[in-house]
């Protein structure tokens, strides 16, 4: 089982280099669902499922009451639409759960 950060999920693509998962304490390498895929079939792997879930919450940083606030009101308004997004793999973190084939 592998959870990343999804380089196509909303968060990618709003905040591009801003987004927190870029960066010297981030990650090296970044996929997006379907390369991801690709990668472990080509390795020999199965695809159990893939899935895309989950938004990173705080958008900008949480060092004022303003901003907390404005964090909460995306994120509150983001759920709305919630269902929607995961079902277009545009959720910022991919889920997936492989295994050798045999």
Known sequence: MLIT???LGISGRIL???WWVFGPDGHFTLFSPNSL???????NFEII?????SLTQWFMPNNTILKKAVN????VVYSLFRT?????????????????KE
């Open 72 to 75: 909460k009101m995306i994120y």
């Open 16 to 18: 591009r280099q801003k």
């Open 84 to 100: 929607h997004v995961y079902s277009h793999n545009l959720g910022d973190s991919i889920e997936i759960l492989a295994k050798l």
């Open 49 to 53: 499922y893939c899935k895309t879930d």
């Open 5 to 7: 950060p999804n380089l």
């Open 37 to 43: 895929k690709f990668i472990l079939e080509d390795n």
